[in-house]
T-cell receptor, first 115, second 111 residues
Framework: DGGITQSPKYLFRKEGQNVTLSCEQN?????MYWYRQDPGQGLRLIYY???????QKGDIAEGYSVSREKKESFPLTVTSAQKNPTAFYLC??????????????FGPGTRLTVL | QKEVEQNSGPLSVPEGAIASLNCTYS??????FFWYRQYSGKSPELIMF??SNGDKEDGRFTAQLNKASQYVSLLIRDSQPSDSATYLC???????????WGAGTKLIIKP
């Protein structure tokens, strides 16, 4: 089955810690995205990558970092500089050349809580 | 600024009735439009996409696009309790495959 996996499902972070959220896809998609969702709000773009070894900041990149060393993997690190990281984090991918549309496919999400 | 606006709701609809969800967007040059459904605690899943003016039907769902008025709507016929969820509208406003998201409308179907 093709899809996007995210791990862990739940993550707890202590003050001052860096944590890394995993996102893996086997859809052979070029573009991948990280979003943050707060209760009652829509999705806000953190970072995106349209090709391996390249990524761009989204609207709320401060306090986050990413890497794209492999096509199938796009991990997100939440650094200690992110002052309010408690949220639901969603990874998505798209490839109009493969799917025929620019719809985004989502992983199941990671819920991060700061203790 | 590129924006997508939705009424946050909640929108309460009796079971079996038609639910109508609306979305407006700021960029007149937008090309593709998406409706996603999100259950509480879950990730969004695509319901429909639409590219051209007019109606697009898929089962109980109909997407309507009016580019001149810059709105897109989603109609759900014969609403079921399982349709209770938050519905997110997303718009591609340029050519780099980024979507601009609305905050979502919470829909409640009452048995």
């Amino acid at each position: 089955d093709g899809g996007i996996t995210q791990s862990p499902k739940y993550l707890f972070r202590k003050e001052g810690q860096n944590v890394t959220l995993s996102c893996e896809q086997n859809l052979n998609h070029d573009a991948m995205y990280w979003y943050r969702q707060d209760p009652g709000q829509g999705l806000r773009l953190i970072y995106y990558s349209q090709i391996v070894n390249d990524f761009q900041k989204g609207d709320i990149a401060e306090g986050y970092s990413v890497s794209r060393e492999k096509k199938e993997s796009f991990p997100l690190t939440v650094t200690s500089a992110q002052k309010n990281p408690t949220a639901f984090y969603l990874c998505a991918s798209t490839d109009p050349g493969t799917s025929g549309s620019d719809e985004q496919f989502f992983g199941p999400g990671t819920r991060l809580t700061v203790l | 600024q590129k924006e997508v606006e939705q009424n946050s709701g909640p929108l309460s609809v009796p079971e079996g009735a038609i639910a109508s969800l609306n979305c407006t967007y700021s960029d007149r040059g937008s090309q593709s439009f998406f409706w996603y459904r999100q259950y509480s605690g879950k990730s969004p899943e695509l319901i429909m996409f639409i590219y051209s003016n007019g109606d697009k039907e898929d089962g109980r769902f109909t997407a309507q696009l009016n580019k001149a008025s810059q709105y897109v709507s989603l109609l759900i016929r014969d609403s079921q309790p399982s349709d209770s969820a938050t519905y997110l509208c997303a718009v591609n406003m340029d050519s780099n495959y980024q979507l601009i998201w609305g905050a979502g409308t919470k829909l409640i179907i009452k048995p």
